[in-house]
């Protein structure tokens, strides 16, 4: 069965940092990987998809890179704003229609 | 545009008493739709999937179940809550396809069983 580990599962910066967040799976054999935001008590919001063919994918401050052969994926956030606080889940999707996330890191970017 | 609504967004319910969330779709067809739990502080754990009206795959054993009576209407219930079914309820869709394909949540239900 698939596993998705997180890492840290906590990151307090200070405002105007770059900063990397890292997810790692154990099965290779993906479709794609995304990246969510979840704020408190709320529902997740995607912020970026890659497919298994591609390296990275960006979005205004953030860029996802995908290493599918090592079963690795970060998210780069640059210049980092306390909007950015929240909680970062990634989710991989495999055979069957299935999504397995992580336990997501939970960001404090401080004023 | 496609929309996806849950409900209810709160929920209280006592040991032993039934459970019916409902989660729709607007603006697809025919989509995945999928039940999540997130337990607190920890990740989300898949429950039941499905592909079509009345095809529900379950992921884990528990004491929950899950109907798709319409194409774009995802049910979970219990006939007897316990303690240990408190979470946050997340239900998802994504259209049929394979790597270019996103998924999109609900804004989740909370539920307390007391």
């Known amino acids: 069965k698939q596993e998705v580990t997180q890492i840290p599962a906590a990151l307090s910066v200070p405002e105007g940092e770059n900063l990397v967040l890292n997810c790692s799976f154990t099965?290779?054999?993906?479709?794609?990987l995304q990246w969510f935001r979840q704020d408190p008590g709320k529902g997740l919001t995607s912020l970026l998809l890659?497919?298994?063919?591609?390296r990275e994918q960006t979005s205004g401050r953030l860029n996802a890179s995908l290493d599918k052969s090592s079963g690795r994926s970060t998210l780069y956030i640059a210049a980092s704003q306390p909007g950015d606080s929240a909680t970062y889940l990634c989710?991989?999707?495999?055979?069957?229609?299935?999504?397995?996330f992580g336990s997501g890191t939970k960001l404090n970017v401080k004023p | 545009s496609q929309t996806i609504h849950q409900w209810p967004a709160t929920l209280v319910q006592p040991v032993g008493s039934p459970l019916s969330l409902e989660c729709t779709v607007e603006?697809?067809?025919?989509?995945?739709l999928y039940w999540y739990r997130q337990a607190a502080g920890r990740g989300l754990q898949l429950l039941f999937y499905?592909?079509?009206?009345?095809?529900i795959s379950s992921e884990v054993p528990q004491n929950l179940s899950a109907s798709r009576p319409q194409d774009r209407q995802f049910i979970l219930s219990s006939k007897k809550l316990l303690l240990s079914d408190s979470g946050f309820y997340l239900c998802?869709?994504?259209?049929?396809?394979?790597?270019?394909?996103?998924?999109?949540f609900g804004q989740g239900t909370r539920l307390t069983v007391v």
């Open positions: 998802a869709w994504r259209e049929k396809g394979q790597g270019t394909v996103e998924a999109f």
């Open positions: 099965d290779s054999a993906i479709y794609n």
């Open positions: 890659i497919q298994s063919s591609q």
């Open positions: 989710a991989v999707r495999g055979n069957f229609n299935k999504f397995y």
């Open positions: 603006g697809t067809s025919n989509p995945n």
């Open positions: 499905s592909v079509g009206i009345g095809q």
